[in-house]
């Protein structure tokens, strides 16, 4: 009982870590540690995956990762891919990066409210990000993924995988709707539309029927706003003021979107 005990105190104390609920920082980022080594800001050349069937699976993950909707059309709802919130091919710092995160694993999940997997961390995003359903643990598709996500973090510590993890952490604030619509006009509709539709395969969709689902994780503002401060918009990265995130996240908040299904709870 008391080893159990300890080891849902330590879960649950990655778990924070990893998701920065803690303090005043913004879900989704973390607290890095005092010594730490910078992640990757592009992804391995596919060059250097080794030959044979390990290798082949390595590159069809990528596809996957790359472009979800058509190298996992049978579990995914709508028109996201991974790479369009963990940019780089997942090794971007401060943009979600996965990057030595299979070592983290397993660990409390807050959202699931238990001790999770990496493969059900996937599965996750599946029912949530995609607005699809989760592929099964053993299917050809999450053997692929995870192939490649090991790819990318090898060599990588738990301690060097800490570096950049999350997003940026920005100050809390209050985002105004009307203010993130003239900003969005001006700094985010050329790709992502007046429409929020996006461009499919290119410029993902912010909501409609093709976005994230409303227990998304990019659905909460604060998030949001720390992945826009870091990574939008993309021909200038940074430029935007926390507060100019906080509206913009505002005021995409508040446009319609697909329901999570309640089936997929565990989740």
Known sequence: MKLRVALLLTTFALGVALTGNAGNTVPGTIQQPSATVPIASQPPDLASVPAGKQGDL???????????????KAYVGNRLSCNDCHLQGGTEPKAAPLTGV??????YSQRAGRVISFGERVQECFVRSENGTPPPLDSPEMNALLAYIEWISHGVSKQEALAGRGLVQIPSLTGNADRGAVIYQQRCAACHQDNGAGVPAVFPALWGPDSYNDGAGMNKVPKMAAFLVKAMPPT???????????????????????????AYSKY
Not at 102 to 107: I, Q, S
């Open 58 to 72: 390595i590159r069809q993950g990528r596809d996957i990762f790359d472009q979800t909707p058509t190298h996992a």
């Open 102 to 107: 299979p070592g983290l694993f397993p660990l």
């Open 236 to 262: 200038q990265p940074g430029t935007l003021s926390p507060q100019d995130a906080y509206d913009v996240a505002a005021y995409i908040h508040g446009k319609p979107r697909a329901k999570f299904n309640a």
